[in-house]
């Protein structure tokens, strides 16, 4: 069975680029490489959400029309990127 972690955190691999890839996601006590949580949620390792309203909104894997992986929320009720919104990892 998978493991359940909120991503409380973000590091972004280049922050004047207009699409500020995401580098690193992180919470309490434990911080990963973009690619490692692909990694871990298609071996089926981890679950990634985060916490908007009170609510659980879950991270999936997406592909850029490049053909590049990467992360982002499901649909909710906020405008908002609910990944860039979330504060600098250390």
Known sequence: MATSLEIKCINK???TN???????VGG????LSQQEAIDG???GTW????MKNYKKVNVVIA???YGNDYLKTEA????NNNLLSLP???
Not at 18 to 24: L, S, T, V
Not at 28 to 31: D, V
Not at 47 to 50: C, E, H, Q, R, T
Not at 76 to 79: I, L, P, S
Request: proline letters at 3%; aromatic letters at 10%.
């Open 13 to 15: 691999s280049d922050h």
């Open 28 to 31: 309490s006590n434990w911080k």
């Open 18 to 24: 207009i699409h500020e890839r995401i580098r690193n």
């Open 47 to 50: 679950i990634f959400y985060v």
């Open 63 to 65: 592909r850029s029309a």
């Open 88 to 90: 600098e990892c250390p």
């Open 76 to 79: 909710d009720d906020t405008e």
């Open 41 to 43: 949620i298609r071996r």
